[in-house]
Protein backbone atom coordinates (compact mmCIF):
# COMPACT_ATOMS: atom_id res chain seq x y z
CA UNK A 1 0.00 0.00 0.00
CA UNK A 2 1.40 3.40 -0.73
CA UNK A 3 0.69 6.28 0.84
CA UNK A 4 1.11 10.47 -0.38
CA UNK A 5 3.80 11.75 1.12
CA UNK A 6 3.18 14.28 4.28
CA UNK A 7 3.25 18.21 3.20
CA UNK A 8 6.85 19.73 4.06
CA UNK A 9 7.71 20.58 6.91
CA UNK A 10 6.52 24.40 8.54
CA UNK A 11 8.46 24.38 11.96
CA UNK A 12 11.70 23.47 12.34
CA UNK A 13 12.12 24.27 15.82
CA UNK A 14 13.43 21.71 18.57
CA UNK A 15 11.29 21.53 21.07
CA UNK A 16 7.86 23.00 19.89
CA UNK A 17 6.23 26.04 21.05
CA UNK A 18 3.58 27.18 23.45
CA UNK A 19 1.41 28.34 21.11
CA UNK A 20 -2.24 26.97 21.52
CA UNK A 21 -5.88 28.38 22.52
CA UNK A 22 -8.70 26.99 23.79
CA UNK A 23 -12.20 28.04 23.30
CA UNK A 24 -14.38 27.25 25.91
CA UNK A 25 -18.26 25.58 25.29
CA UNK A 26 -19.73 28.40 27.51
CA UNK A 27 -17.85 31.64 25.49
CA UNK A 28 -20.71 33.67 23.81
CA UNK A 29 -20.98 33.54 20.27
CA UNK A 30 -19.04 36.26 17.78
CA UNK A 31 -22.81 36.66 15.68
CA UNK A 32 -26.29 36.43 16.67
CA UNK A 33 -28.51 37.03 13.62
CA UNK A 34 -32.39 38.39 13.90
CA UNK A 35 -33.54 34.62 13.21
CA UNK A 36 -31.74 33.46 16.47
CA UNK A 37 -29.02 32.22 14.61
CA UNK A 38 -25.58 32.31 16.04
CA UNK A 39 -22.28 31.55 15.12
CA UNK A 40 -19.30 30.28 17.49
CA UNK A 41 -15.57 31.26 15.73
CA UNK A 42 -14.17 28.36 16.88
CA UNK A 43 -10.85 28.68 14.44
CA UNK A 44 -10.41 31.15 11.95
CA UNK A 45 -8.45 31.44 8.81
CA UNK A 46 -6.39 34.54 10.80
CA UNK A 47 -5.64 32.27 13.32
CA UNK A 48 -5.07 29.19 11.62
CA UNK A 49 -2.80 31.02 9.63
CA UNK A 50 -4.98 30.44 6.69
CA UNK A 51 -5.05 27.10 6.76
CA UNK A 52 -8.91 26.83 7.51
CA UNK A 53 -11.95 28.49 8.99
CA UNK A 54 -13.89 26.36 11.64
CA UNK A 55 -17.07 27.34 13.20
CA UNK A 56 -20.29 25.95 14.99
CA UNK A 57 -23.31 27.09 13.13
CA UNK A 58 -26.73 27.00 15.70
CA UNK A 59 -29.77 26.93 13.47
CA UNK A 60 -32.67 29.17 15.62
CA UNK A 61 -36.34 28.46 16.01
CA UNK A 62 -37.42 29.61 12.82
CA UNK A 63 -36.77 28.07 9.13
CA UNK A 64 -33.54 29.47 8.03
CA UNK A 65 -30.43 29.13 5.58
CA UNK A 66 -28.83 29.66 2.35
CA UNK A 67 -30.75 28.23 -0.79
CA UNK A 68 -28.22 26.69 -3.74
CA UNK A 69 -24.69 28.48 -4.24
CA UNK A 70 -20.97 27.31 -5.03
CA UNK A 71 -17.42 29.43 -4.38
CA UNK A 72 -14.37 29.00 -6.96
CA UNK A 73 -11.44 29.19 -4.20
CA UNK A 74 -12.81 27.07 -1.04
CA UNK A 75 -13.78 24.16 -0.19
CA UNK A 76 -17.05 23.86 2.47
CA UNK A 77 -17.66 20.83 5.00
CA UNK A 78 -20.72 20.02 6.92
CA UNK A 79 -20.73 18.27 10.10
CA UNK A 80 -24.11 17.71 11.85
CA UNK A 81 -23.67 17.96 15.64
CA UNK A 82 -27.58 17.91 16.57
CA UNK A 83 -30.31 17.74 14.99
CA UNK A 84 -32.03 17.80 11.77
CA UNK A 85 -30.20 19.45 8.97
CA UNK A 86 -31.05 19.55 5.12
CA UNK A 87 -27.97 19.49 2.91
CA UNK A 88 -28.53 20.60 -0.92
CA UNK A 89 -25.79 18.36 -2.72
CA UNK A 90 -26.22 19.94 -6.16
CA UNK A 91 -29.29 17.09 -7.28
CA UNK A 92 -31.55 17.75 -3.98
CA UNK A 93 -31.70 18.54 -0.56
CA UNK A 94 -31.50 15.76 1.73
CA UNK A 95 -32.22 15.50 5.75
CA UNK A 96 -29.01 14.87 7.43
CA UNK A 97 -28.56 14.27 11.28
CA UNK A 98 -26.04 14.02 14.19
CA UNK A 99 -22.83 12.64 12.74
CA UNK A 100 -23.82 13.12 9.25
CA UNK A 101 -21.30 14.81 6.52
CA UNK A 102 -20.98 16.84 3.55
CA UNK A 103 -17.78 17.38 1.89
CA UNK A 104 -18.01 20.07 -0.82
CA UNK A 105 -14.74 21.16 -3.06
CA UNK A 106 -14.64 24.37 -5.22
CA UNK A 107 -17.48 24.73 -7.32
CA UNK A 108 -19.62 22.48 -6.03
CA UNK A 109 -23.74 23.39 -5.41
CA UNK A 110 -24.68 23.01 -2.45
CA UNK A 111 -26.88 24.65 0.61
CA UNK A 112 -28.01 24.08 4.15
CA UNK A 113 -31.30 24.92 5.88
CA UNK A 114 -33.27 24.13 8.92
CA UNK A 115 -36.66 23.15 7.76
CA UNK A 116 -37.99 21.52 10.57
CA UNK A 117 -37.26 24.93 13.19
CA UNK A 118 -36.03 22.81 15.68
CA UNK A 119 -33.29 23.26 17.64
CA UNK A 120 -29.98 22.09 15.53
CA UNK A 121 -26.55 22.59 15.05
CA UNK A 122 -23.59 21.86 12.68
CA UNK A 123 -19.94 23.16 12.19
CA UNK A 124 -18.98 24.43 9.26
CA UNK A 125 -15.18 24.01 7.43
CA UNK A 126 -13.79 26.25 4.75
CA UNK A 127 -10.45 25.52 3.15
CA UNK A 128 -8.10 27.51 3.01
CA UNK A 129 -9.17 30.07 6.11
CA UNK A 130 -11.08 32.59 3.94
CA UNK A 131 -12.08 35.71 6.11
CA UNK A 132 -15.55 34.38 6.47
CA UNK A 133 -16.28 36.47 9.96
CA UNK A 134 -17.54 39.71 7.72
CA UNK A 135 -19.82 37.47 5.53
CA UNK A 136 -21.39 36.15 8.72
CA UNK A 137 -21.59 39.52 10.23
CA UNK A 138 -22.58 41.54 7.49
CA UNK A 139 -25.74 38.95 7.04
CA UNK A 140 -26.20 39.62 10.82
CA UNK A 141 -26.71 43.09 10.39
CA UNK A 142 -28.83 42.61 7.32
CA UNK A 143 -30.86 40.06 9.42
CA UNK A 144 -31.52 43.42 11.95
CA UNK A 145 -32.21 45.77 9.13
CA UNK A 146 -29.13 46.68 7.36
CA UNK A 147 -30.30 47.67 3.82
CA UNK A 148 -27.79 46.85 0.88
CA UNK A 149 -28.60 48.68 -2.25
CA UNK A 150 -28.52 45.87 -5.34
CA UNK A 151 -25.38 46.48 -6.23
CA UNK A 152 -23.77 46.59 -2.89
CA UNK A 153 -25.11 43.19 -2.43
CA UNK A 154 -23.80 41.79 -5.73
CA UNK A 155 -20.35 43.08 -4.86
CA UNK A 156 -20.67 41.64 -1.15
CA UNK A 157 -21.60 38.61 -2.45
CA UNK A 158 -18.28 38.30 -5.30
CA UNK A 159 -16.21 39.53 -2.72
CA UNK A 160 -16.89 36.60 -0.28
CA UNK A 161 -17.22 33.62 -3.53
CA UNK A 162 -20.70 33.86 -3.04
CA UNK A 163 -22.25 32.55 -6.16
CA UNK A 164 -25.68 31.83 -6.22
CA UNK A 165 -27.70 29.29 -8.31
CA UNK A 166 -31.38 29.59 -9.25
Known amino acids: ?40 YLATGATTGG ?16 GPHFHRTITESFYVLSGAVSLYDGTGWTEAGPGDFLHVPPGGVHGFK ?39 RSAFYLRHDNHWVD
Not at 15 to 36: H, I, K, M, Q
Open 51 to 66: DFGLYRWTFGPGQSGP
Open 114 to 152: NVLGEPASMLLMFTPGAPREDYFETLAAVSKGLELSDEE
Open 1 to 40: MSFAPYPPSRYDGANGEVDVRLRRADEPPEVTYASGVTVD
